[in-house]
């Protein structure tokens, strides 16, 4: 372990007792509910983009080609990541220098704009080049709101319990799965009870304005929590960025390369339902079922994992689900090619999503351990967001023009494949030289 390591080691040891007593003085349900609600509707709100792209595709980019209307759809949905660094330096520093709290409040104000933006956006019929420029606003600012949200929500979780800090911000994860969960159910039960005019003329914005009902009920919540013992105590950076970029640059690199496959793999499910109806020719409800249960499964499972987490180490089990990543994802999407049907294509989700959330649920803890807490959040927030908007926003738009360009359906387990082993190195090297565990 290195000695910059020990430090912070001992630095954290030092006040756990403390913000044991902080944390237990408080609903640790309540603290959960609080952080998690932001990024339950950052997600939400993105899954529901992408299961609804080739619906949003003829309503705002409108093309004589199938294929292009929906790759410009995935484009504005990529580009609109390109906001989430820029997020993170101004909403990260934001956190390290007034408070997790105000930038927690913050960005759940600017989610819910982009939300309800997207949820009455008139279409392209109505207004013409206005509506795909608006729906490119609303995702630029979706972006540059979500970039500061994971730094802030998981240094408040950790800030509070640092002695239980696997469990406390693993539930960031698993509010994405509960997104997960709603954003298919929607999308199952839309699909399957409406018609296809029904579906572009009203049904694809339910999920959308439901979402914009979440964020006033987590505004209401995060203005009545307070703020950490462990930000309060510390002493504050005058330029979080600055030091982070001049002393620690090591670590925001180690942190994104260990989201290569996570935010791939996620980004890939998300692409399910395109991918079930498009290349594999099943009904478009077999999609949302299929990502529906990796919901439930990432909903359930990664707390456990975080908890596992805090008693045998993170890295441990990072490499073991790595490694079974890159052995069985391509044999996985060769398995549904051959046989596709609702029922392999379940088997071949849910395997993909167990893997996902083993690896997943210990990210945030090692992260948060990589840097102290004067430039804990904008760390993780730049980190967070670069490897994203990477290796996430990009991924659906790159799998899609992989499959387009070659004709291969297995696209996107080489996709994956190829993240595997970019993690993987990572994980090593982060174990050598920052004594990452």
Do not use: C
Request: glycine letters at 8%; aromatic letters at 10%.
């Amino acid at each position: 372990m290195s000695i910059d390591s020990v430090a912070e080691h001992a630095e954290h040891a030092k006040h756990a007792a403390h913000a044991t007593h902080a944390a237990s003085g408080k609903s640790v349900s309540r603290l959960i509910i609080a952080t998690s609600i932001g990024n339950a509707l950052e997600f939400y709100d993105l899954i529901a983009y992408g299961y609804f792209a080739s619906t949003l595709s003829k309503l705002f980019f409108p093309v004589h080609n199938a294929t292009m209307s929906l790759l410009l759809t995935l484009g504005t949905f990529a580009l609109s990541y390109l906001a989430r660094p820029v997020g993170a330096l101004v909403l990260g520093s934001y956190s390290d220098r007034k408070g997790r709290k105000a930038s927690l409040t913050l960005s759940i104000t600017m989610m819910t704009i982009g939300t309800a933006m997207v949820a009455l956006m008139p279409t392209y019929a109505t207004i013409g080049i206005l509506a795909p420029i608006g729906i490119f606003a609303s995702r630029l600012l979706q972006g540059f709101s979500a970039g500061g949200e994971f730094g802030s929500s998981t240094a408040f979780l950790i800030e509070h319990a640092p002695q239980r800090s696997g469990f406390m911000s693993s539930w960031q994860f698993s509010s994405q799965g509960a997104s997960t969960l709603l954003a298919s159910l929607f999308g199952a039960v839309l699909m399957g009870a409406l018609t296809t005019p029904q579906l572009e003329s009203w049904g694809w914005r339910v999920p959308f304005l439901f979402g914009m009902l979440i964020g006033p009920v987590g505004l209401y919540i995060r203005r009545r929590i307070d703020e950490t013992p462990e930000f309060e105590r510390s002493e504050k950076a005058e330029s979080p960025v600055r030091e982070l970029l001049a002393t620690q640059k090591a670590r925001v690199l180690a942190s994104i390369g260990a989201l290569v496959l996570t935010t791939s793999a996620q980004y890939v499910l998300l692409y399910m339902p395109t991918y079930a109806a498009r290349q594999l020719g099943l009904a478009p409800s077999s999609g949302f079922i299929a990502t529906l249960m990796a919901g439930l499964i990432a909903f359930v499972l990664t707390p456990i994992v975080g908890h596992w987490s805090d008693k045998v180490g993170r890295t441990r089990i990072m490499f073991v689900a790595g490694v079974l990543f890159f052995l069985t994802v391509y044999p996985a999407f060769m398995f549904v090619n051959a046989h596709p049907s609702l029922l392999t294509l379940l088997v071949a989700v849910m395997w993909v999503a167990v893997l996902k959330v083993t690896y997943f649920a210990p990210i945030p803890a090692l992260m948060a351990g990589f840097f102290p807490t004067r430039t804990r959040t904008t760390g993780m927030a730049l980190a967070y967001n670069i490897g994203t908007t990477l290796f996430g926003g990009f991924t659906p738009l790159a799998v899609a023009s992989l499959i387009a360009a070659t004709g291969n359906n297995l696209a996107p387990g080489l996709w994956l494949m190829f993240a595997a082993v970019l993690s993987l190195v990572t994980l090593v090297w982060a174990r050598a030289r920052l004594g990452a565990r």
